[in-house]
T-cell receptor, first 115, second 112 residues
Framework: AQKVTQAQTEISVVEKEDVTLDCVYETRDTTYYLFWYKQPPSGELVFLIRRNSFDEQNEISGRYSWNFQKSTSSFNFTITASQVVDSAVYFCALGNNNAGNMLTFGGGTRLMVKP | DTAVSQTPKYLVTQMGNDKSIKCEQNLGHDTMYWYKQDSKKFLKIMFSYNNKELIINETVPNRFSPKSPDKAHLNLHINSLELGDSAVYFC???????????FGPGTRLTVL
């Protein structure tokens, strides 16, 4: 069975602070995929990044960066110099090659960035 | 152009009614999904479907059924609605297995 844990249910920061959202996953599959999605107050789910299990290279995209560590089964997400527009619920998700390609989502972390 | 669209955006109905939510994608993807997001924001897969197979999450009641008239559409039919069905339902699509899923805007269903 797959499981994704986002231990931080809610984080509050002041604008321009850096913030890291934690994600820990469990799977028995050797090939799997990790994702982050953003759900702003408007409610839609916005794809941010995908990582394959065989690619542990970290990634940076503007103010966003992701740290994938198989040794600790973690896929953490850092926002540098946070902005009010970053306020949202962020979901980490786990997928695999099995039938259905069904994603298992973590419980989400609500990030509030105050001006 | 919207990649994955859902109608309606809001749906309010009485217990016991039957309702449908429509989903369309113009990404040319071959696999579509339905997810349920409950009041605590928890997202759970309901169905995965392509033209070859339907995969059903075992926890989904058989009152829920997906229907796909063609590759670009996957509608969700719900019979005998119950209070506990109130949630936001998201449609998603991807190209093949293991690829990134793109989500629709969601349909907020309220059962009174």
């Amino acid at each position: 069975a797959q499981k994704v844990t986002q231990a931080q249910t809610e984080i509050s920061v002041v604008e321009k602070e850096d913030v890291t959202l934690d994600c820990v996953y469990e799977t028995r599959d050797t090939t799997y995929y990790l994702f982050w999605y953003k759900q702003p107050p408007s409610g839609e789910l916005v794809f941010l990044i995908r990582r394959n299990s065989f690619d542990e290279q970290n990634e940076i995209s503007g103010r966003y960066s992701w740290n994938f560590q198989k040794s600790t089964s973690s896929f953490n997400f850092t926002i540098t110099a946070s902005q009010v527009v970053d306020s949202a619920v962020y979901f980490c998700a786990l997928g695999n090659n099995n039938a259905g390609n069904m994603l298992t989502f973590g419980g989400g972390t609500r990030l509030m960035v105050k001006p | 152009d919207t990649a994955v669209s859902q109608t309606p955006k809001y749906l309010v109905t009485q217990m016991g009614n039957d309702k449908s939510i429509k989903c369309e994608q113009n990404l040319g993807h071959d696999t579509m999904y339905w997810y349920k997001q409950d009041s605590k924001k928890f997202l759970k897969i309901m169905f995965s479907y392509n033209n070859k197979e339907l995969i059903i999450n075992e926890t989904v009641p058989n009152r829920f059924s997906p229907k796909s008239p063609d590759k670009a559409h996957l509608n969700l039919h719900i019979n005998s609605l119950e209070l506990g069905d109130s949630a936001v339902y998201f449609c998603a699509s991807s190209q093949g297995r293991s690829n990134t899923q793109y989500f629709g805007p969601g349909t907020r269903l309220t059962v009174l």
